[in-house]
């Protein structure tokens, strides 16, 4: 499985943005998919995953009401909408991958590169 994450970049307070996840999975099949980001001096956090199957999601209380995780399970690809950004939100993101062998039940997981976002003004 291999991740291409896309989208950060520099922002101000206040202000959105839109970070995609493209997923490329033969023999696999993805069960979750998200992002996790890790800020200067801190460990990697959860931000936002979801169920590929029912659409399920889990995001940080940190991000809650502010971003939105979507799907489209068609071409495995993931989008992290992010609202009214905080200087607090300013960390590198990773997209993250837990994916299953067509017919076999180990579970994998998979990382992709970072792409940082900052929020300054």
């Known amino acids: 499985v291999q991740l291409q994450a896309s989208g950060g970049g520099l922002v101000q307070p206040g202000e959105s943005l839109r970070l995609s996840c493209a997923a490329s999975a033969i023999g696999f099949k993805i069960n979750t998919i998200g992002w996790y980001r890790q800020a200067p001096g801190k460990q990697r956090e959860l931000v936002a995953t979801?169920?590929?199957?029912?659409?399920?999601?889990n995001y940080a209380d940190s991000v809650q009401g502010r971003f939105t995780i979507s799907r489209d399970n068609t071409i495995n690809l993931v989008k992290l909408h992010m609202n009214s950004l905080k200087s607090e939100d300013t960390a590198v993101y990773y997209c993250n991958a837990h994916a299953t062998r067509w017919g076999r039940s180990y579970v994998h997981e998979y990382w992709g590169q970072g792409t940082l976002v900052t929020v300054s003004s």
């Open positions: 979801i169920n590929t199957d029912d659409g399920g999601t």
